[in-house]
Nanobody, 123 residues
Framework: QVQLVESGGGLVQAGGPLSLSCAVSGRTVRSFAMGWFRQAPGKEREFVASISSSGSNTHYADSVKGRFTVSSYNAKNTVLLQMNSLQPEDTAVYYC????????????????WGQGTQVTVSS
C-alpha cells in the first residue's frame, strides 16, 4: 500500500526559508510523478509544484515560481519542497501528492495524498 508522509512544516517569519519533505512508502518514488498542493483557510486546494517520475521536468504555480523548488531524492524515496522568501499568503496546509500519470496531471482524486503539514508565515 502506498503511503505519503509529509514533514518539515512549522512557523517561519516572512522572508525566511522552510523545507518540506514527503516520504513515500510502498513503492519507489521513481514510480510516480509527484508534487505539492496547499490549502489556506477558507480557500480551495491549489497546485504548488510537481516533478516528473524521472526528476527531469518540473512545473510550478505562478505564485511560487522563482521562490520554491521541488526535487526528488531517490536514495531516500522522498520528494522535497524548498521554499524561500516566504510570505504570509503562503500560509496553508501543504499536501504531498503522487500520480502514475503525467506530472502535469497531478491532483486527481484517484492519486495518492498525504495528510498534510501546516506552514505558517508570520508578518
Amino acid at each position: 500500500q502506498v503511503q505519503l508522509v509529509e514533514s518539515g512544516g512549522g512557523l517561519v517569519q516572512a522572508g525566511g526559508p522552510l523545507s518540506l519533505s514527503c516520504a513515500v512508502s510502498g513503492r519507489t518514488v521513481r514510480s510516480f510523478a509527484m508534487g505539492w498542493f496547499r490549502q489556506a483557510p477558507g480557500k480551495e486546494r491549489e497546485f504548488v509544484a510537481s516533478i516528473s517520475s524521472s526528476g527531469s521536468n518540473t512545473h510550478y504555480a505562478d505564485s511560487v515560481k522563482g521562490r520554491f523548488t521541488v526535487s526528488s531524492y531517490n536514495a531516500k524515496n522522498t520528494v522535497l519542497l524548498q521554499m524561500n522568501s516566504l510570505q504570509p499568503e503562503d500560509t496553508a496546509v501543504y499536501y504531498c501528492a503522487a500520480t502514475v500519470r503525467d506530472y502535469r496531471l497531478l491532483g486527481g482524486r484517484n492519486d495518492y495524498w498525504g495528510q498534510g503539514t501546516q506552514v505558517t508565515v508570520s508578518s
